[in-house]
Nanobody, 109 residues
């Protein structure tokens, strides 16, 4: 399936954003879907993942602030990001066996 991320933007520290990842086909059979991010000059890192059974896992840097969810009926993966910090600035990518094009998140005052 093709994946298209949206919802990025510029937000002040402490603010919130909700990212969406729309799939061109059904995601119900995709066992693991995930969000990654890549900051300038750094390697792409796993942010959060969710299984088809709803089990989630988060990197320590976002635990308690970010929430990953999936809506199989809408073929969409989400990432709710709260209490954003400047160090969350990155291009965010979704993955469900393939990569989306990414959406830029910039946290700055």
């Amino acid at each position: 399936v093709q994946l298209v991320e949206s919802g990025g933007g510029l937000v002040q520290p402490g603010g919130s954003l909700r990212l969406s990842c729309a799939a061109s086909g059904s995601i119900s059979s995709i066992v693991v879907m995930a969000w990654y991010r890549q900051a300038p000059g750094k390697q792409r890192e796993l942010v959060a993942l969710i299984t088809s059974g709803g089990r989630t896992n988060y990197s320590d840097s976002v635990k308690g602030r970010f929430t990953i969810s999936r809506d199989n009926a809408k073929n969409t993966l989400y990432l709710q990001m709260n209490t954003l910090k400047p160090e969350d600035t990155a291009v965010y990518y979704c993955n469900g066996g393939s990569w989306g094009q990414g959406t830029q998140v910039t946290v700055s005052s």
